[in-house]
């Protein structure tokens, strides 16, 4: 049945959101490339929402709190609400990464727990 799933092929944008692309309701989940150099241009925290950033491509600066924290493909990274945070790309590379948001303390089953075995 279609209505219990969507499907959206992500291009090679700067930023890609999907939250209205799949008809997302507990998350937000974007799709971010930064070429050598450049950074997101200003720094940011959340009233509610943390954020799992994990790294697909290249490598780069994860500014937060103040501390210059390397990052590179294949790490992940969860930064609390109340963070102040800001993302660059490494001087001779770019980077890919996914942004994952969702409500703080809010998850309550997941995995084999929320899963129903048929």
Partial sequence: MADNFSKFSVQNEARTELHN?????????SVNVL???ASVPFVH?????EEI???IEGEG????????VPIKA?????????AKRRFSAAQNSGIKYICIQA??????EFTAADATIE
């Fill in 45 to 49: 925290s959340h009233k509610q929402n």
């Fill in 21 to 29: 692309a799949l008809g997302l309701t507990g998350a937000e989940v």
């Fill in 61 to 68: 600066i994860a500014y937060i709190d103040g501390q210059s």
């Fill in 35 to 37: 070429p050598a150099g």
């Fill in 74 to 82: 294949g790490d992940w990274l969860r930064v609390a609400p109340a």
């Fill in 53 to 55: 950033y994990g790294v």
């Fill in 103 to 108: 409500k703080a303390n809010s998850l309550e």
